[in-house]
């Protein structure tokens, strides 16, 4: 059943069906237009193109108000969002950067190039902080920054940001009496050493006659990104693994199933991973076309999946508020198959997806939900997130780099694996300093994912 290449992805970038001559009578039906201006004739447009593509792709399309209720006048961004299904907490849509006519977004954030990943929020005093989740380039580890720490912008000039460390007393921020300027240079290039953007770390830990694997996986990109991690850990016959989504938003659902591959039971190789259903124009035109109306993703039993398939039984995955869609997928999609032992805090709960439906001709993209997924035993994820076996916050704020075996979630996860015990001090949810300020959007790294149209 595994007859699909184009639905094969969380996010593709491709316009679906277009509407017949009966479906789309709303055009001459709906509402009249109120002022014949420039501006009346450019929402108009756009937004019988966005009610067409929501009619045949959305997964709540029967939930949609009906065309002849609707306001066609009203700016696109506003009309996309009067179409929503009170179910629907993830469509969304944006300015399109291919649009003909030009246009351009704004991103109240750091510049990507700033050297870590992060999650802003405001104090009580309205002073704009940054918590850093991780660093990306060893200059900036060497400045002085480093995972943990609280973060307020001095000053910033042409290509330079100058920061002060600080803590939070009272829901404030006060820099740290030890304090000194870090200025971070926009231009740097020197990068961690690491393999890709998204395979972040790759250790093995020996503990007694045990070889435990740690991969630090960042985003379901590209196959090929994994493969030198799988190598290592399969030259050096693992026994056990870790497997850190904590700042893992998501992704192709390809990776997903090529991931799975490598970890798993090779039984499993080549068995249901994901089943996939849409609306009910899609999967009407599902089954007229390949007579099934689900569509089915399969754990890949591709040559280079099986050699470096590392066979395992179980897995220990680490997570987070941030632990979304795809990486949600994998521990759902593996459950039919292996033990999947979840350390961590509530993942976000996402356990649909979607595709970007976009046209040069038109000012905004759309990412609207498209369909709900479910693995092989129909379960899928709650919209209240996945539970952890082991209920343990994200410590950033502990210092402890992502590696470090002195680092609370992975702790845990090592003692879990050895057989040792686990104090009630190291499993109790803990309360950060960051959890008393007020969040401001998606942590960075969710926004880069969002940008680069490879977002769950």
């Not at 660093?135 to 001095?154: C, N, P, Q, Y």
């Not at 989504?245 to 799975?260: H, I, K």
């Not at 439906?357 to 369909?371: G, W």
Request: proline share 2%; hydrophobic share 35%; aromatic share 12%.
């Amino acid at each position: 059943m595994n007859k699909i290449n184009t639905f094969s992805l969380l996010l593709i970038c491709i316009v679906l069906f277009s509407c017949s001559k009966e479906e789309s009578k709303y055009l001459e039906e709906s509402t009249e237009i109120s002022t014949d201006t420039e501006i009346a004739r450019f929402n108009i447009k756009n937004n019988r193109w966005i009610y067409t593509q929501m009619d045949e792709n959305y997964f709540w399309r029967k939930d949609m108000p009906d065309s002849v209720s609707l306001n066609f006048n009203v700016e696109p961004s506003v009309f996309f969002k009067k179409l929503l299904s009170k179910k629907d907490r993830f469509s969304w849509c944006e300015i399109n950067s291919n649009y003909k006519g030009g246009s351009s977004a704004y991103y109240a954030a750091l510049p990507d190039e700033i050297g870590f990943e992060y999650q802003t929020y405001q104090d009580l005093q309205h002073n704009i902080i940054y918590e850093v989740l991780y660093v990306t380039r060893e200059d900036v580890l060497s400045a002085g920054i480093a995972r943990g720490d609280m973060l307020k912008v001095v000053s910033c000039s042409g290509d330079s940001y100058t920061f002060e460390k600080g803590n939070i007393l009272d829901n404030v921020f006060v820099a740290a009496t030890e304090n000194k300027d870090i200025t971070v240079s926009l231009h740097s290039v020197s990068a961690l050493s690491q393999k890709n953007e998204t395979v972040y770390l790759d250790s093995i830990y020996t503990k007694g006659a045990k070889k435990i694997g740690y991969l630090v996986y960042l985003g379901f990109k590209d196959n090929i990104d994994l493969l030198s991690s799988f190598k290592y850990f399969k030259q050096n016959n693992i026994d056990e693994l870790i497997l850190d989504l904590r700042y893992n938003p998501g992704g192709y659902v390809s990776t997903c199933a090529f991931l799975a591959a490598l970890i798993v039971w090779n039984n499993a190789l080549g068995k249901p991973f994901q089943l996939q259903e849409y609306n009910d124009k899609i999967s009407s035109w599902n089954y007229e076309n390949y007579g099934d109306s689900i569509e089915v993703v399969n754990i890949s039993n591709s040559n280079i999946a099986v050699q470096n398939n590392v066979n395992l039984r179980k897995l220990y995955v680490l997570t987070s508020n941030n632990t979304a869609s795809a990486s949600e997928a994998l521990i759902i999609g593996l459950r039919p198959y292996m033990d999947v032992v979840v350390i961590g805090d509530v993942t976000y709960g996402k356990g649909v997806g979607s595709y970007t439906i976009a046209n040069s001709l038109y000012k905004y993209q759309l990412q609207p939900i498209t369909f709900r997924y479910f693995n092989a035993l129909h379960q899928t994820v709650p919209d209240e997130g996945l539970n952890p076996d082991y209920s343990i916050k994200d410590h950033s704020y502990s210092k402890s780099d992502l590696g470090n075996e002195n680092e609370p979630l992975l702790y845990v996860s090592l003692s879990i694996i050895s057989g040792n015990s686990i104090s009630g001090a190291s499993l109790k949810a803990s309360v950060s300093d960051s959890s008393r300020l007020v969040k401001i959007g998606d942590a960075s790294f969710v926004r880069k994912f969002k940008e680069r149209n490879v977002y769950y």
